[in-house]
């Protein structure tokens, strides 16, 4: 079953100057259930407001959104799902830990099982000795991961990506991929991921869709069938990658 399924969306904004803006038009995607599918597209072409839509912040004009087979409309288990950002939204006046805790304090977990899911997690992402430091006194390849250990301290089955590591030096970058690929498995996650680089798809997604711009539509849908783990140098990958390049 595809965790999340989106059928013939469409999407307007309004400008300022009063113009309609269409972002979306008929998009279909799937993602199935334990898979990592990638929508890749140039800047501008609404991969972000596509996310924003599944995520439920942002509602369609047109089309519809299932969520595990549920209507979005009538989807209650919206705590199986989080988003990662492009930027780590960690604050600054609290340590690692506490940064990991805050969507265990707002579902109002109590603090024993905080504290212990807090440390699973921060192990999970290789991070216990790091607990009581304060993001200033983090790398950016920790940071990153303080991120995703806030993301999966909740045990998502669904975690939704916006870019969240365009900002790292290539080698972190590669280094997180690995982790993604190893807690994606490790905890049977479906994973829906927007980037622009087509590399970085064609290492993690098994499928890959590509949005043409003004407005967004998918342009093609295609599979990855490379055994993982991918080397992002091989020719195998670099050939994908240089297809859907032109895709774009
Ligand atoms: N709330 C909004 N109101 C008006 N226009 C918006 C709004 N959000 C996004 N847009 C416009 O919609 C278009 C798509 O934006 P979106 O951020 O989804 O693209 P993107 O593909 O994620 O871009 P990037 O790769 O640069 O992050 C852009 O032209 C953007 O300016």
New binding site residues.
Partial sequence: MASVKVQCVSKW???RDGES?H?LQNIDLEAPEKTITAIV????????????IVAGLIEPDRGCLFLNGVKASEFKDWRSMTYMF?EDRLLPWRTAAQNVAFGLEAAGVGRAERKERVAETLELVGLSQFADVFPHELSGGMRSRVALARSLVTRPTLLLM??PFSKLDPTIREQMHAEVLRIAELMSMTILF?T?DVEEAVVLASRVVV?N?RP?RVRETRTIDLPYPRDRTSAEVQQEARSLRESL
């Fill in positions: 904004f309004e400008r803006l972002v597209g140039a800047s501008g072409c609404g991969k972000s407001t596509l996310l924003n492009q916006d870019e927007v622009h949005l711009p967004g």
